[in-house]
Each structure stands twice: as structure tokens, then as C-alpha cells.
């Protein structure tokens, strides 16, 4: 079984910057893809971020490309997601998930999800 927890969510202005982690458990979960997704209130669950599991391939949804970046800590079982330049229209709840599978950007393709974290950017 894994379990995934994210931290590091908060209240920040716009323009401003947020580190979320995702620490996971289970022996095999460092050969899991893992990616973030968002969802705002009253909208569907989007794609934000996604990393193999080796870290050689990352995708973005363009909304996010050039402000974050996720890298991930196989030896922590720990993904990231580096936030800049943060806008109000970023506000929303984080999750990160993991895939035994590629994973990618389709939210149907992973296998476990978080609790999510709250991400609010006040202009």
C-alpha cells in the first residue's frame, strides 16, 4: 500500500513563492511516475506537474510552465513542486499522485492520491 502526504501549502501574495512535498510510503513508490494536480472550487481536477521516476521526463500544463518545477528525491520518496511568480488564479487545492504506470498528465492513470493541500494566492 501507498500512502501520500503534501505539506506546504499556505496563504501567500501574488508574486509570491511555495514549496509543496509530497512524502510517500511503500517500499516500491521510487519507481512510481508522481504528479500534481489542482483543483479550484467549482472546477474539475487539473494537471499541473508530472516526473518519471527516474526524473528524466517532466511535463507541465502550460498554464504553470516557467514558474514551477518538480524534481523529486527518490532516496526520501519525496516529490516537490517549486511555485513562483504565483498568481490568484493558482489558488486551489494541491494533490500529488503517484502511477505505477506512466503516469503522465491524465489524472485517471494514477494509482494513489493525496489529501491535497490548500494553495491560496491573494492579489
Known amino acids: 500500500q501507498v500512502q501520500l502526504v503534501e505539506s506546504g501549502g499556505g496563504l501567500v501574495q501574488a508574486g509570491g513563492s511555495l514549496r509543496l512535498s509530497c512524502a510517500a510510503s511503500?517500499?516500491?513508490?521510487?519507481?512510481?511516475?508522481r504528479g500534481w494536480f489542482r483543483q479550484a472550487p467549482g472546477k474539475d481536477r487539473e494537471f499541473v506537474a508530472s516526473i518519471s521516476y527516474s526524473g528524466g521526463t517532466i511535463y507541465y500544463a502550460d498554464s504553470v510552465k516557467g514558474r514551477f518545477t518538480i524534481t523529486r528525491d527518490n532516496a526520501k520518496n519525496t516529490v516537490y513542486l517549486q511555485m513562483n511568480s504565483l498568481k490568484p488564479e493558482d489558488t486551489a487545492v494541491f494533490y500529488c499522485?503517484?502511477?505505477?504506470?506512466?503516469?503522465?498528465?491524465?489524472?485517471?492513470?494514477?494509482?494513489?492520491w493525496g489529501q491535497g493541500t490548500q494553495v491560496t494566492v491573494s492579489s
Open positions: 511503500g517500499r516500491t513508490i521510487r519507481t512510481y511516475a
Open positions: 499522485a503517484a502511477a505505477l504506470g506512466g503516469g503522465g498528465v491524465v489524472a485517471a492513470l494514477y494509482d494513489y
